[in-house]
């Protein structure tokens, strides 16, 4: 009977252990080769990141993809997810999460248009439309502007916006520029859309945990061990092969 009962109690524990021991993240689907969604996981230099760091610390990592961008935030404010595996960092966001100090990458941001578009000057024009992603933002200086803007289209994906784009239907879409140059090489647009010379913002990606979260008092180590990792040109080394991975899938 003993030996029954110490059985059940080590299998509990174990079970108790595996459970704390598994977090739960999710990502922006739709920013490669930073994260985005294939074959329903989410693939990149984020989630990828983000395993590594966790594994080093004992945690299994549960990856979630929830659609969109805003549905993966909504989750985390409701505490269904521990960690958003990449995120710009605003006062907004900073309510509900709690940012690395060292970014993942710098994200340039650039507004891309279509040929057949010869303004330069899209938020000085009211008539122009501005497409943009579902729980999309870039910067505090940006969502300023585009509180003001009188035409904004939202959709979930990034491939909605450009083939919209190609046809005219919006005038503009920000994106960073790494990410809108693959989507248009992969999209075969590139003979349709193209990014204006002038930078938008300068945006980073940061990891970044719900107040509340398992993880919290984790963060600092998670963050200098991200810290070590970006001096060690470790990130840098990874990027060209998700940019070929994000290429090359169906």
Known sequence: MLLI??????TTSSAVSAELSTVTACGHP????????????????APHLVRKLLSEQGY?????????WKRCQLAARRGQV?????????????HNFVFSPPPIVADPVVLFTHFGNGSRSPWDLSSNTLGMLFGDSFGDDFDQKLRRHPHVERVSTGEQNFHKLALGRIDYMPIG???????????GLADRVQPLP???TLEYYHLAVPKGSVLEPLLPVLSARLQELAEEHYI????PFYERKYLDAP
């Open 60 to 68: 299994h990592l549960n990856m979630r993809v929830f659609g969109n």
């Open 236 to 239: 840098a080394r990874i990027t």
């Open 5 to 10: 009962f110490l059985t059940l109690l080590l």
């Open 82 to 94: 521990d960690l958003l595996v990449a995120a710009y960092k605003t006062h907004a966001r900073e």
């Open 198 to 200: 002038e930078l938008l």
């Open 30 to 45: 739709e920013t490669p080769p930073v994260s985005w969604e294939q074959d329903n996981e989410l693939a990149g230099i």
């Open 177 to 187: 520029l790494i990410t809108g140059r693959l989507q248009v090489k992969k999209l």
